[in-house]
């Protein structure tokens, strides 16, 4: 920020409120902290222009950083999932498909609009009824017992044609 442009100084000129504005602040250390900042204006009895302000600051480093590591994750993640040479796919407790690898939507033609449905929902789009259910199963084990399972599965390709891989269900 620009010293005319904190969150005070913008709602004493302006008399707007900011919320959640976000700055970064260096210490004299040269470590830096994080802080969201609310403003409000204040007005005396029949005045419309702001006579004060009032700001909350609230320290967010360790939320910051957290967010950061987990953008990091993210990045990580979905970098080695589109990058795999091998079928890639994440269900969430619920049977629904959080997330399927470029791989896995080109060989079981899954379009990722279907990503967060049911399997339920996927059986006639490519899924037969046998694999869905089994894929159920698998996830209600594991989240049942929270005990992995290493499993060989057969997938269907959009020729139908059943391709192999050995499965680690976490």
Do not use: C
């Not at 600051?57 to 967010?67: G, K």
């Not at 339920?120 to 989240?143: C, M």
Request: proline share 5%; net charge negative; no cysteine.
């Amino acid at each position: 920020y620009e010293p005319d442009e904190f969150p005070i100084l913008k709602t004493l000129r302006t008399g707007l409120s900011y919320h959640n504005e976000i700055m970064s602040v260096a210490k004299p250390d040269g470590s830096r902290i994080w802080l969201s900042i609310n403003a409000q204006a204040l007005y005396a009895r029949g005045e419309t222009i702001p006579t004060a302000a009032v700001a909350v600051f609230t320290e967010i480093t360790d939320l910051r950083n957290v967010y950061d590591k987990l953008e990091e994750a993210e990045l990580l993640f979905t970098s080695f999932m589109k990058n795999s040479p091998t079928l890639g796919w994440v269900y969430d407790e619920n049977s629904r498909l959080v997330y399927g690898n470029p791989l896995f939507v080109q060989t079981v033609g899954i379009p990722e609009q279907y990503q967060g449905k049911k399997l339920a929902e996927l059986v006639n789009k490519n899924l037969s009824d046998d694999f869905t259910k089994l894929l159920a199963y698998r996830i209600r084990q594991v989240v049942m017992t929270g005990k992995t399972i290493i499993a060989e599965d057969a997938v269907p390709d959009l020729n139908g044609q059943m391709r192999y891989s050995i499965s680690d269900w976490e």
